[in-house]
């Protein structure tokens, strides 16, 4: 399975800011997700990042508020923009494997936001 | 209703015993599902998955799935404190990779 690194691990941030997460992976691949983990709820996915086309939003999300930036096919960037405390949660990327159906995460991002 | 249906509740059992998970699901079109294991302050990694009805066993794991009834299930035997973690039930199909994540259960294994 492919192997995520995620930077940072975690931050705090105040309101209005915005920050940005890194997402890298050791080998090659089409497709990166980038999901939220809010406590107590499920991993919502935000959108999905193609190399060399705009992300895929979700319902509820919107590139101005998370732009997303997928420059070559192992990395990938999410912002979170203009911060409020509701962003608050876990922020994780994640990848598509071969052979096994399944996902490798990322260790994600814990931003709290002040 | 959610797609995905988890009883967050957390879950303490003694170590050696039978730790018992489920999901429901509404999407008839889900043919891929899957358990996760997330340990506090990781990312989730895979555990099982299985393609359509039937049962996986893997060592002291076995995942069920009963399309019928559009219900999933988890089962860890001969639990291990190193179990202890929140285990989070996904699915896919109908065409999309998009994955359906269940709210996750935290079990808590005591020695």
């Known amino acids: 399975s492919a192997v995520i690194s995620q930077k940072p691990s975690r931050d705090i941030c105040q309101r209005g800011t915005s920050l940005t997460i890194q997402c890298q992976v050791d080998?090659?691949?089409?497709?990166m997700f980038w999901y939220r983990q809010q406590p107590g709820q499920s991993l919502t996915l935000i959108a999905t990042?193609?190399?060399?086309?705009?992300?895929?939003?979700e319902s509820g999300f919107v590139i101005d508020k998370f732009p997303i930036s997928r420059p070559n096919l192992t990395f990938s960037t999410l912002t979170v923009s203009n911060m409020s405390p509701e962003d608050s949660s876990i922020y994780l990327c994640?990848?598509?494997?071969?052979?096994?159906?399944?996902?490798?995460f990322g260790s994600g991002t814990r931003l709290t936001v002040v | 209703q959610k797609e995905v249906e988890q009883d967050p509740g957390p879950l303490s059992v003694p170590e050696g015993a039978i730790v018992s998970l489920n999901c429901t699901y509404s999407?008839?079109?889900?043919?891929?599902f899957m358990w996760y294991r997330q340990y506090s302050r990781k990312g989730p990694e895979l555990l099982m998955y299985?393609?359509?009805?039937g049962n996986k066993e893997d060592g002291r794991f076995t995942a069920q799935v009963d399309k019928s009834s559009k219900y999933i299930s988890l089962f860890i035997r001969d639990s291990q404190p190193s179990d202890s973690a929140t285990y989070l039930c996904?699915?896919?199909?109908?065409?999309?990779?998009?994955?359906?994540f269940g709210k996750g259960n935290q079990v808590v294994v005591i020695p």
């Open positions: 994640s990848v598509e494997y071969r052979g096994d159906y399944g996902y490798t």
């Open positions: 080998s090659q691949v089409t497709m």
């Open positions: 990042a193609n190399q060399g086309s705009e992300a895929t939003y």
């Open positions: 999407n008839s079109a889900f043919q891929y």
């Open positions: 299985t393609y359509s009805s």
């Open positions: 996904a699915m896919s199909g109908g065409g999309n990779n998009r994955l359906a």
